[in-house]
């Protein structure tokens, strides 16, 4: 396989397969592993741009479309920090939805959840 069939490969468990980021980086790692420690070739198509692609993806897990996505501002090297906008269903949303409802919930006296029976004692949470 030359460099056009394996970005074809990696493009296609992101895209048509939809897996979970991890499953891409042991795809890519398991290919860089092959050709430079089994095969000993060499993938100059790694260097640059789609090297550093790469690396994040293997090294920080970032999916495909995040890593295609990610500005300048979003690194912030002080910190050793990424900043994945919108990721993943937009968690920070979600989760303000979630404490919305939450309050809704307590409001109404709901809003808590019995936990199991421990030492012969009902426990229950109330946020």
């Known amino acids: 396989m030359g460099a056009p069939e394996i970005n074809g490969f990696l493009s296609a468990l992101a895209v048509d397969g939809r897996v979970a980021a991890s499953t891409q980086n042991q795809a890519l790692s398991a290919l860089l592993f092959l050709y430079r420690d089994v095969l000993d070739i060499s993938l100059p198509w790694l260097d640059g741009t789609?090297?550093?692609m790469a690396c994040l993806l293997y090294g920080a897990g970032l999916r495909v479309l995040k890593c295609f996505r990610l500005r300048v501002q979003d690194v912030d090297f002080?910190?050793?920090?990424?900043?994945?906008r919108g990721g993943k269903g937009d968690l920070a949303?979600?989760?303000?939805?979630?404490?919305?409802?939450h309050q809704q919930d307590l409001a109404l006296?709901?809003?808590w959840v019995?936990?199991?029976?421990?030492?012969?004692?009902?426990?229950?949470f109330r946020g």
Not at 93 to 101: G, P
């Open 50 to 52: 789609p090297r550093l």
């Open 78 to 84: 002080t910190t050793n920090q990424i900043v994945v």
């Open 93 to 101: 949303r979600h989760l303000e939805n979630m404490r919305a409802q």
């Open 109 to 111: 006296g709901a809003g």
């Open 114 to 124: 019995e936990l199991p029976l421990l030492r012969h004692r009902t426990w229950r």
